[in-house]
């Protein structure tokens, strides 16, 4: 028997514009799933582990780390993984996403005791990730992307304010 290992979550629709709170809870369920999948990272070459959590409007969350390759430029970011995956199983809109990147031994707490953290600056999404980013708009017509250090230590932005003028077709 087949067992997926990346399950969706059951959530209500997802409209973080309207409602502040479920906004606040879901930023927080975002990070700490980017921690989990953080763990996962295969980064044997930078040491710097990221990982990316996204919420779709089904409520549905997906979740992608980095993965490096000997031939460098082979690399994928957290983000485009955890799109790709979202992607792949049907989806076309992404709500938020946060990402959670540090070096190797940035890994202070452990995602068992709740107390996530990770040193350093925020680990912000390169110029391509914000670009797949903005191929699958919410109805909204922007993302919330959270770059978080810790559950509470976060910042909040648009995507439209990380990529001004999009490539579009
Ligand atoms: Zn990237």
Do not use: W
């Amino acid at each position: 028997m087949i067992k997926y290992t990346n399950q969706p979550k059951e959530l209500e629709p997802y409209n973080i514009q309207e409602d502040l709170s479920m906004k606040e809870e879901i930023t927080a369920l975002l990070i700490k799933e980017a921690f989990k999948a953080r763990k996962m990272a295969y980064a044997p070459y930078s040491n710097y582990l990221v990982g990316a959590a996204l919420i779709v409007p089904s409520g549905n969350i997906y979740t992608g780390c980095n993965v490096e390759n000997a031939s460098y430029g082979l690399t994928i970011c957290a983000e485009r993984n955890a799109i790709f995956k979202a992607v792949s199983e049907g989806q076309r809109h992404i709500n938020a996403i946060a990402i959670v990147g540090g070096a190797l031994d940035a890994n202070i707490a452990s995602v068992e005791d709740d107390s996530f953290i990770v040193d350093g600056d925020y680990a912000y999404p390169c110029g391509a990730c914000r670009q797949v980013m903005a191929e699958f708009l919410p109805e909204s017509g922007d993302i919330d992307v959270i770059v978080a250090r810790s559950l509470d230590d976060y910042k909040l932005y648009k995507l439209s304010e990380l990529l001004p003028g999009v490539f579009s077709i």
